[in-house]
């Protein structure tokens, strides 16, 4: 069983930084794309940024300049540092990775941590 598990959320000023962190464990025999999704109040889960296992990273026009997406694969971790917050980066922020486990080598699952909330006040 894979689990992923956030941190980092907060409240915080606009203008302000914040770095959220997701790990994975469990049976990992390895973990392809890592992403990091947002969702705004009353609104649908958006992308943010991925990051492949070559360390190449996509960002959404949006946070581009502002959001860095990282991984420390030693630690199957990645993480979303964010600066220049604005009050439209509220939302609920959830990790997702694409892992292969151990027991089923065949099989790529995309795997969701459980969100960690991000409020920025104005």
């Known amino acids: 069983q894979v689990q992923l598990v956030e941190s980092g959320g907060g409240l915080v000023q606009a203008g302000g930084s914040l770095r959220l962190s997701c790990a994975a464990s469990g049976s990992i025999f390895s973990i392809n794309d890592m992403s990091w999704f947002r969702q705004p109040p009353g609104k649908e889960r958006e992308l943010v940024a991925t990051?492949?296992?070559?360390?190449?990273?996509d960002y959404a026009d949006s946070v581009k300049g502002r959001f860095t997406i990282s991984r420390d694969n030693a630690k199957n971790t990645v993480y979303l540092e964010m600066n220049s917050l604005k009050p439209e980066d509220t939302a609920v922020y959830y990790c997702?990775?694409?892992?292969?486990?151990?027991?089923?080598?065949?099989?790529?699952?995309?795997?969701w941590g459980q969100g960690t909330q991000v409020t920025v006040s104005s």
């Open positions: 997702n990775a694409l892992i292969i486990e151990l027991q089923q080598l065949l099989t790529t699952r995309s795997c």
């Open positions: 990051i492949t296992s070559g360390d190449k990273a």
